[in-house]
């Protein structure tokens, strides 16, 4: 069975064109691009669905109150019988009537390895910023389903990379990206398609190939 996906978004896109192009190499066959939702109508992600031939719309924020916003999503999401929301660099926080109709239905890639820097407020270049300010030897990414909490749903996959001396946000940021990000969340969407996500509390099982 195909499943139906969502891919919300604000920005660049890189994640989005990470999952197309593992679509394109044969690795997601039971996987349909349904749709790309964007709330920033420049954003250059919808280019790279365009491209791809993957429909597209755009709903803003602005002037809507995070409920109205919220609902406009679900709906939709639901009138184009989305069966997985992938939130890749999506940066408006959804109310929390979203995570009841999408509950393990929805996952989102952060670019640290939670629970370090993740929650209100990290996002994009500040969360590798907080990175190496603080220190860390190692960083990476995650790829969470998504609940009520600012990255606090369970973790299906994670990666890690070193940091190195002469890092500076940027670089952290692209190798994250490069090395991380657009490993595993293709690899996540391909697990939750083959069914081999079982969620268990905050515990995700993944189950072997059949
Ligand atoms: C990615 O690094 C993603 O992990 C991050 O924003 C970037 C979007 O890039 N998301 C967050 O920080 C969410 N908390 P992209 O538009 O090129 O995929």
Redesign the pocket.
Known sequence: MLTRVAVL?S??????QALIDAKARGMLPNVEFSLVISNNPDAY?LTRAKQAGIPTCIIERRGKKRETFTQLICQTLQDAQIDLVVL??FMVILSPQFFEAFENRTM????ALIPSFCGEG???LR?HEQALAYGVKVSG?TVHFVNAVA?GGPIILQKAIAVLEQDTPETL?RRV?EQC?WVILPQAVRLFSEGRLRVEGRIVRILEES
């Open positions: 978004v920005g660049g896109g890189t994640n989005l992600a890749a660099g989102n890639v952060h670019p990290y996002y994009g969360v990414a990255d940021q990206m990000e």
